[in-house]
């Protein structure tokens, strides 16, 4: 059943964005730690990381075994989402109210409930953008068994970095990246998915 909020939501464009080239490193699977294990009943995070793929669960019937790893090679990629308020909604509508307004958890990856576990068909990032009436929102929502919050932190910051240098009117089309602040992956030495993708 589609709620009331979830009606005010239209998306504009949705499509999936994928690496130009694969990397070598991103065929292999990427096991996930038992202490990464622990996120899959989980909900998402949301508040970027540009992960590409999906998870994937490898069962061995002899060992009585199940590892859940990052697959790079298949699932749909990163899910891009441009949408705009069906109402009046304003900035201040969201930040005035005292409670979380009930059109908040639309503003992320469209309103849909996911787990963790649903990494499994579902892309690992999400990242949409809603048109409000004098603003825009940007929701981001990041599978919990892949990243942690300081990682997400870091790659919102690390965006904001790129995007700043469009803000100088004498930019070039090429856009410079600090390599002291280059995302690296924090939660398993084991996950090594590529690197950020401008």
Not at 123 to 137: A, M, N, R
Not at 152 to 157: D, E, G, R, T
Request: a negative charge; aromatic letters at 8%; proline letters at 4%.
């Amino acid at each position: 059943m589609v709620d009331s909020n979830h009606q005010q939501i239209k998306v504009v464009s949705e499509s999936f964005i994928k690496p130009k080239y694969e990397v070598e490193a991103s065929k292999q699977p990427h096991y996930l730690a038992p202490d990464d294990l622990i996120f899959l009943p989980l909900d998402h995070m949301q508040k970027g990381l540009l992960f590409h793929g999906q998870l994937a669960t490898q069962k061995f019937h002899d060992e009585h075994a199940i590892w859940v790893y990052v697959d790079c090679t298949t699932g749909p990629g990163v899910r891009l989402i441009h949408a705009v308020v069906n109402t009046d909604l304003t900035i201040s509508d969201l930040l005035s109210s005292t409670d979380i307004h009930p059109i908040v958890p639309c503003l992320f990856d469209l309103g849909e409930k996911a787990v963790n576990h649903d990494g499994h068909t579902r892309p690992l990032l999400s990242i949409q953008v809603t048109e409000l009436l004098d603003g825009v929102f940007i929701g981001f929502t990041l599978n919990h068994s892949v990243a942690d919050g300081n990682s997400l932190w870091h790659f919102i910051s690390s965006l904001s970095e790129i995007f700043l240098q469009f803000k100088d009117e004498n930019h070039s089309n090429n856009v410079t990246y600090n390599e002291a602040t280059k995302f690296q992956s924090g939660i398993s030495s084991s996950i090594h998915c590529g690197s950020l993708i401008v």
